[in-house]
């Protein structure tokens, strides 16, 4: 974009503040009041296309058998001692059951009785309510929370102990750790940046600054995020009011920081305060408008994505980081423009400029040897992204999405000492007439003998029909735990390939249950991996060719910022799966990876090759060029990064496997991205490149009139 179109925006900005924060609060004021509750699904199948067999097997059962009755929450009774369960500890487990039905809690329908497992070491009672759906789904949860008050009242003082699992109750959990983790995610972000600018900047204004406005900011984000899910009728995971919480204020402080750098330069230079302010916002304002489109654009493209977790998420990340950047050339202007220095208040180190040695010094060094700096960084990324081959995915997003330590999840371990892996949750096969003639038994009995020799099927039970008689469903008990690669092979392979082939003549098999929708997941992000990836890495490409003017640099530039995904997941991998010991990653990690390392790291790369051009415009060689780019954009780019690696991290403190794994991820992949890509790998390359990196735009060659050049640095020098 023309500067002179974000020189005209400063001026409008600076001299008309009030109006600029009057609009701001407006804005929030209305958003915040009319916008609806961000609706929340941990459900997999809530996120499938509907042609997909597990979400087809699913319509079938409920249209065949609307009556069936499936548990929303299964209360299980121990012993506390571990121990079998006695006869008076049945007793007491009946009359617990009793006294629960008869106090009729909201949304209740039934407590039926408990059952004991064929072991003896738990019995189990389901409960019967509505089913979920979005409307209800807060006041189940909150009758959940209920009879979870009253179940714990009349088992104390037992030798039991007793806890509920199940849709419901996963969705409680699910809500609870995410109001949680919100709060120490955000706290922990908050906390981080605070620290971090203050030490940059040694002034406690400037170190709130971004905590308030960026407060302000991401509740308009949010409204606005909860409008465009509603209107779409999209979900969202449990986990997106987290990563929504550092995305915003990670971003946001970096754009911040980029502005208030050049600020400060420009107060040093000698402008007054208004002047240096729209000063700023003309030169920064096109690099940050350039980051930000690349971020918007690649959160946009997982729009393109089947699986419905990233289709939300996408269009949401880009609604957060276009407000934040909007907020960065206009709200955060105008309130600097009212402060004036005094936003520095009480160091006056902002009037001396830092000398920046160590950056320099590095600058130099990659200047001297660009070949040694690209050849070291080049392989420390190829070392790490080894890891790989030991990738492994999990598809149990429910209970990746909370902590261990929640009930639902502590009840499901109980339940399962009692109860094969594979009878926690059974898959279902469905056959269906497809001519309207009614099933025959005998074929009937044929198919479920053909599943009953499937390898990897434990029991299948006898075929329930439905009224019509025009459908049969037969209840497949799998060896293994339903969330297991081994149940997914079972599934996926052998499992669907019998029940399609031993169809009898005139119907159709349809493989449906939670082990199923992990099958059809394992699809979709293979096609999604097909499809983002390369549409992501192209529409970044064409930002990064119109912004540097350039055919040949984003080619280095995107094959670099691949380097640093592939570490990323490597790494990850390695610690997760080989140090941790965890069986896998949550699958969806290798796409987010992909969108904010490639995406957030891309900022840093514009940053630095912006410099590097603006070096070679000024006439140094190609290796003065990548020594002085480093040194004077080195320091931004290292505070920045520390900054938003920190915010990303901090996700890593909310108390789940899902953002555990993914806070480590993004964190890892924003500091390789600024220390490895950004600060050695990129210049390297480009100074072997040499003038050959800016063409056709000749980035290399020296505008007229020239521009004096001003070093940017930050507080870190």
């Known amino acids: 974009m023309d500067k002179g179109v974000f020189a005209r925006l400063g001026r409008l900005v600076v001299h008309r503040p009030w109006w ?30 509907r042609d997909y067999e597990s979400i087809q097997a699913a319509t079938l059962g409920q249209q065949a058998f609307p009556s069936a009755f499936t548990p929303s929450m299964i209360i299980v009774f121990e012993r506390a001692d571990g121990a ?16 629960l039905g008869n106090k009729h809690l909201p949304d209740v329908e039934a407590v039926l009785p408990a059952q004991p497992s064929p072991n003896n070491l738990v019995q189990l009672s389901a409960v019967k309510m509505p089913q979920v759906s979005g409307p209800n789904a807060q006041e189940l949860t909150k009758s959940a929370k209920a009879l979870r008050t009253e179940l714990q009242t009349l088992v104390a003082g037992s ?14 959990d699910s809500q609870e750790s995410s109001s949680d983790s919100d709060a120490i995610v955000g706290i922990a972000t908050v906390l981080l940046i605070l620290v971090l600018l203050l030490v940059i900047f040694r002034s406690p204004i400037i170190a709130l600054l971004p905590i308030v406005l960026i407060g302000v900011v991401s509740q308009v984000a949010n409204g606005l995020i909860s409008w465009i899910v509603k209107l779409f009728g999209m979900q969202a995971d449990s986990s997106i009011s987290s990563i929504l919480i550092v995305v915003l204020f990670g971003v946001g402080t970096d754009y911040i920081l980029f502005l208030m750098f050049r600020y400060r330069e420009r107060l040093r230079a000698g402008d007054e305060p208004k002047q240096a302010m729209v000063t700023a916002v003309s030169r920064v304002g096109e690099a940050i408008t350039s980051a930000a489109a690349v971020v918007v654009i690649a959160f946009l493209t997982m729009a393109l994505s089947s699986f ?23 709200l955060v202007p105008a309130v600097v423009s009212l402060l004036g220095t005094k936003v520095f208040w009480p160091s006056k180190a902002w009037r001396r400029e830092p000398e920046a040695a160590r950056f320099a010094a590095v600058g130099r060094a990659v200047g001297r040897r660009p070949a040694l700096f690209a050849a070291v960084s080049g392989v420390v990324m190829v070392a790490l992204a080894i890891g790989l081959v030991n990738f492994n995915p999990t598809f149990d997003l429910a209970s990746g999405s909370m902590p261990d330590t929640a009930e639902s999840q502590v009840a499901m371990k109980s339940l399962e000492k009692g109860l094969p892996p594979g009878a926690t949750s059974p898959t279902n096969v469905y056959v269906h007439s497809e001519n309207g003639a009614p099933l025959n038994q005998a074929s009937l009995a044929g198919f479920g003998n053909d599943l009953k020799g499937v390898p990897g099927v434990g029991q299948v039970g006898q075929p329930q029909l439905s009224k019509d008689g025009l459908t049969a469903n037969y209840s497949v ?5 339903p969330a297991s690669d081994a149940a997914i092979g079972t599934v996926s392979g052998p499992l669907r390939d019998t029940a399609h082939a031993s169809a009898p003549p005139g119907t159709k098999a349809l493989v449906g249950g939670v082990t199923a929708v992990y099958v059809d997941i394992q699809a979709t ?35 670099s910022v691949g380097l640093g995904f592939a570490a990323t997941l490597g790494a990850t991998t390695w610690l997760f799966q080989g140090i941790v010991g965890e069986s896998g990653l949550i699958f969806m990690i290798p796409l987010i990876i992909y969108m904010f390392v490639v995406a957030l790291g891309t900022d840093y790369n514009i940053l630095m090759m912006a410099r ?6 000024a006439g140094k060689s190609p290796r003065e060029a990548a020594a002085l780019a480093i040194r004077h954009t080195g320091p931004t780019i290292a505070a920045a990064g520390v900054i938003l690696a920190g915010s990303l991290g901090a996700l890593m403190l909310a108390g789940n496997a899902l953002l555990a794994e993914m806070g480590f991820a993004l964190a890892f992949g924003i500091l390789v991205a600024a220390f490895v890509m950004a600060m050695f790998f990129v210049p390297s390359l480009t100074a072997l490149v040499g003038r050959a990196a800016w063409w056709p735009g000749h980035g290399d060659r020296a505008e007229a009139p020239a521009e004096p050049r001003e070093p940017v640095h930050s507080g870190l020098g």
């Open 612 to 617: 590097l051009r603006e070096e070679a415009k």
């Open 525 to 559: 992000m293979n096609r999604d991996y097909r499809v983002v990836f390369p549409v992501a890495a192209v529409l970044i490409m064409l930002v990064l060719g119109l912004m540097l003017r350039s055919v040949v640099s984003p080619w280095y530039v995107m094959a």
């Open 159 to 172: 030798d039991l102990k007793a806890g509920t699992t199940g849709t419901v109750a996963q969705q409680l």
């Open 20 to 49: 600029v924060i009057g609009a701001w609060v407006l804005l929030a004021v209305v958003v915040i009041a009319t916008a609806p509750a961000l609706p929340k699904s941990t459900d997999e199948s809530d996120a499938l296309p």
């Open 308 to 330: 419905g977790f990233f289709r939300s998420m996408g269009p949401s990340l880009a609604i957060a980081v276009a407000v934040t950047l909007l907020a960065g050339l206009t």
């Open 477 to 481: 008990t799998l060896t293994a735990d």
């Open 84 to 99: 079998a369960l006695s006869t008076q500890d049945s007793a007491k487990v009946n009359q617990v059951v009793t006294d």
